[in-house]
Nanobody, 123 residues
Framework: QVQLVESGGGSVQAGVSLRLSCAVSGYTDSRFCVAWFRQAPGKEREGVASIDRDGSTSYADSVKGRFNISKDNVKNTLYLQMNSLKPEDTAMYYC?????????????????WGQGTQVTVSS
């Protein structure tokens, strides 16, 4: 059974950096797709960044140049390095995974989800 556990969220001031982690277990090999999503109160869950089976990455326009997604295939851990944080980045952040996805930033593509970690950015 695939399980995802996020960590690393917190309350920070605008402009600082934060790194989220997501421990992935249950796959038989490292070739799976992973992504970070976020959901702010009253808004839909949106894709932030993704990595496909071949290691190619995609980013939402709102985080390009500030966020970096990476995956450690030995530790089976996904990371999201968030730099220059803004108040509008405040949300619950979720990691998601599946064997195959067609569009990495679509929440409908993923079967497995973590429980989320809260990121709050104050001005």
């Amino acid at each position: 059974q695939v399980q995802l556990v996020e960590s690393g969220g917190g309350s920070v001031q605008a402009g600082v950096s934060l790194r989220l982690s997501c421990a992935v277990s249950g796959y038989t090999d490292s070739r799976f797709c992973v992504a970070w999503f976020r959901q702010a109160p009253g808004k839909e869950r949106e894709g932030v960044a993704s990595i496909d089976r071949d290691g190619s990455t995609s980013y939402a326009d709102s985080v390009k140049g500030r966020f970096n997604i990476s995956k450690d295939n030995v530790k089976n851990t996904l990371y999201l390095q968030m730099n220059s944080l803004k108040p509008e980045d405040t949300a619950m952040y979720y990691c998601a995974s599946d064997i195959w996805v067609n569009y990495g930033l679509s929440r409908d593509e993923y079967m497995y989800w973590g429980q989320g970690t809260q990121v709050t950015v104050s001005s």
